[in-house]
C-alpha cells in the first residue's frame, strides 16, 4: 500500500536584485527565514539570485559573477537550510574551471546536506538573453532529489518550454517540479505581446504539471534590469494544473502554498498519462527534424 | 528565402449525435458544404463524427458501427472534400480486419484523394471511455500530410495528452496539428471538476502549439449521450497558444478561424525552441519509468 499521504508547503521567493551580489545573497537568505517562520518545507530561489540577470550582453567581465561549488554562496544557502530546518533551491552562476561555466541548481535538504546539482540543460539565446555566451550546456540530465519533504525535481528556466526536460524529471519519480526563472518583458513588445507571452509561459509549465501528474512551482525574478522588466508572476500549480498560488508582476513576494502530495497518485490514476506513453514509437525524439 | 505566406481557413464542425448512423454522416456532409460556403479551406470532424460516442460500456454490438477505408463513409468524405475543393479530416471506427479495429482519421486533399490515414496511437480506458476494449493501438506512428492548404498533422483525443505525440507529429513537418475528440463531463464531476477538467484539457493543447510552433485545432463532440455530457468548446490556437476562436460548451457549431501560416516561421525564430532541443540527452523518452 502507499505510505500515508503527506504534503509539503512550498515558498517561492520573487524579488529585484541590485548590481553588487552581497545584498542580494542577504536579502534571499532573509526571505528564506520569513518563509520558514510562515510555515515553508521547501524554498525556492529564482535563477541567479544572486546578481542581476548577467545575460542581456555578451560581455566578459560579467563571469566575474560566478562562484565554485561548494563556494560562498551555496555554504550560505546551505547554512540557511540547516538553520530553518527547510529545503532551500538555490540556482548559481557556477565556475566549474576555467572557461566551463554552467547555470546550475542546486538542492539542499533541510539538514543542509546537498541533496543533488542540475545544470541547465537547455540554453537560449535570444536578443537580451545571450547564454550560449555564457554557459556550457548541462552535463548531468534531468534528475530529481529526495529531500526531507519531498522528491524535488529542478530545471531552469528555458528549459520549461522544453515538454521532453519536464517528461524526463518526472520519469526520475520528481514530485514537484522545480523552474528557477528569469524571464521578463523586453522593450516595445509589453503592450502587444506582453499578456500572451505571460499566457504562454504559465501554460507550458501547467501543461507539464498535467501530462506528468506533479506539482510544478516556479519563481521569477521581477523589477527592472537594464532593458527587460521581469514580470514575477510566480506561481505553484497542482498536477491537475491548477495554479494554487500566483505572485504580482511588479513587487517581490513569497509565494507560498501547501502541497498535498498524495494528489500525485490520485491525479496519474484518475488521468493515467503515464500509463499510456508509447514508448516503442518514441524513438525519433532523439532527431532534430524528420524530413 | 520563405515561400510566400500563405493562409489557410481552418473549420471545426462540433455536433451532437444521434444513435444511427446516416442522420450523423449527412449532418456533417452538410456541414462541410456550409463551413466551405463561409470560406474553409480545411474541414475537421468531431472524433467518430458517424455515431454517438461507442465505447460507454464494452459492448461487442458497437464493433458492428465499424467499416472500412475505403468504406461508405470514407467515400462521402471524398466526395464532399472534391465537391466543395475543401481539405476534409474524419474520424472513422475503422474496421481493419476481424477483430482488429482501429479508432482512424483521415486526411482528404481539396480534391478528394486520401493525403494520409492515421490511427490513434494513445488509447485509452476510463469508466465510460473503454478504448482499450475496441480498439488496436495504431501502427502507423505519428504523421502529417501535404494538402493544398498546409500541411495537416492529425493526433486523436486521447493523444492531446501526451507531449510526445504533438512534437513527433511537429517535427513531420505539420502546420496544423487536427485533434478530433470525443471528450465530456461524467457524472458528480462536473460541478467540482469540470472548469478545471476543460481548462487541463485547452492547455495541453495550447501548450503543444506553443512548444512545437504550430496551430492547434480541436473539434469536440457536444451534447449529452448516456452518461455524458460532451463539453464542446472547440478550438483552434495560433503558435504562441493564442485561441483564436472557441466554440460554446452546449451548442452545435462551425468554429472557424483564418491561420496565417508564415507565423510558423515568425514563432519559431522568436521562441527558438526547435533550435535547442537536446536531442543528445531524450533517449530515456522511450522508457517507462526511470526508477
Redesign the interface.
Same mark, same amino acid.
Given at each position: 500500500m502507499n505510505a500515508a499521504p503527506k504534503s509539503a508547503t512550498v515558498a517561492l521567493v520573487q524579488m529585484s536584485c541590485v548590481e553588487e551580489a552581497a545584498p542580494n545573497v542577504e536579502k534571499a537568505i532573509s526571505r528564506i527565514g520569513e518563509a520558514a517562520q510562515r510555515g515553508a518545507n521547501i524554498v525556492c530561489l529564482q535563477e541567479l539570485f544572486a546578481g542581476p540577470y548577467p545575460c542581456q550582453k555578451e560581455d566578459h567581465a560579467q563571469f566575474a559573477r560566478a562562484e565554485p561549488i561548494p563556494g560562498p554562496t551555496s555554504e550560505r544557502l546551505a547554512a540557511a537550510a540547516r538553520e530553518h530546518a527547510v529545503a532551500v533551491i538555490g540556482s548559481i552562476f557556477e565556475r566549474r574551471a576555467a572557461g566551463v561555466y554552467h547555470n546550475t541548481a542546486i538542492v539542499f535538504d533541510a539538514d543542509g546536506a546537498t541533496a543533488g546539482v542540475y545544470r541547465k540543460?537547455?540554453?537560449?539565446?535570444?536578443p537580451l538573453y545571450y547564454e550560449k555566451f555564457y554557459f556550457t550546456?548541462g552535463d548531468l540530465?534531468?534528475q530529481s532529489f529526495p529531500t526531507r519533504f519531498g522528491r524535488a525535481g529542478v530545471c531552469v528556466c528555458?528549459d520549461q518550454?522544453?515538454?521532453?526536460?519536464? %517528461?524526463?524529471t518526472a520519469?526520475?519519480?520528481a514530485e514537484i517540479l522545480f523552474y528557477p526563472t528569469a524571464i521578463g518583458w523586453i522593450p516595445g513588445e509589453k503592450d502587444i505581446?506582453g499578456a500572451?507571452?505571460h499566457?504562454?509561459w504559465e501554460?507550458?509549465m %501547467?501543461?507539464h504539471a498535467?501530462?506528468n501528474g506533479v506539482f510544478v512551482a516556479a519563481p521569477n525574478r521581477v523589477g527592472r534590469e537594464g532593458e527587460v522588466e521581469f514580470w514575477g508572476a510566480s506561481f505553484i500549480c497542482d498536477p491537475?494544473?491548477?495554479v494554487l498560488a500566483r505572485g504580482a508582476h511588479d513587487q517581490e513576494e513569497i509565494v507560498m502554498a501547501e502541497c498535498d502530495l498524495s494528489l500525485i497518485d490520485t491525479a496519474r490514476t484518475?488521468?493515467?498519462? /503515464?500509463r499510456?506513453? %508509447?514508448?516503442?514509437?518514441?524513438?525519433? /525524439?532523439?532527431?532534430?527534424?524528420?524530413?
Open positions: 540543460m537547455h540554453i537560449p539565446d535570444d550546456p540530465g534531468f528555458w518550454w522544453f515538454p521532453e526536460g519536464a %517528461r524526463l520519469l526520475t519519480g505581446y500572451s507571452q499566457s504562454a501554460t507550458m %501547467r501543461s498535467i501530462a491537475y494544473g491548477n484518475h488521468w493515467p498519462f /503515464l499510456d506513453r %508509447r514508448i516503442d514509437a518514441y524513438g525519433n /525524439l532523439t532527431r532534430r527534424f524528420l524530413d
